[in-house]
Nanobody
Framework: HVQLVESGGGSVQTGGSLRLSCAAAGDSFDSYSMAWFRQASGEEREGVAAIDSDGSTSYADSVKGRFTISKDNAKNTLYLQMNSLKPEDTAMYYC???????????????????WGQGTQVTVS
């Protein structure tokens, strides 16, 4: 198991950038599938970006070309670089992990069993 702690959220103007971090404590996450999800107020949680153990990435169409997911195995840390932010990106962002290859949709929240507490991103 890993414990996940997100950081890096905040308030930014339209067009700005933020980098979210997710620090994992416990197991080394080299073999983990990892992802970022977000949930806007009154909306369902949606997958934003995912990265599997070999570094293959997946993105929601709404963030392709603007967001980049990456991980540093030596630091046990997952990142989400968010550029060209829009008001519709406003949401609570969650880090998720699963200690196996995700065989279903990498952006399907049901595939992940470990979750962080979230970090708020507000774009105005």
């Amino acid at each position: 198991h890993v414990q996940l702690v997100e950081s890096g959220g905040g308030s930014v103007q339209t067009g700005g950038s933020l980098r979210l971090s997710c620090a994992a404590a416990g197991d080394s996450f080299d073999s983990y599938s990892m992802a970022w999800f977000r949930q806007a107020s009154g909306e369902e949680r949606e997958g934003v970006a995912a990265i599997d153990s070999d570094g293959s990435t997946s993105y929601a169409d709404s963030v392709k070309g603007r967001f980049t997911i990456s991980k540093d195995n030596a630091k046990n840390t997952l990142y989400l670089q968010m550029n060209s932010l829009k008001p519709e990106d406003t949401a609570m962002y969650y880090c998720a992990a699963e200690n196996r290859p995700v065989v279903g949709g990498p952006l399907d929240e049901d595939e992940y069993s470990e979750w962080g507490q979230g970090t708020q991103v507000t774009v105005s």
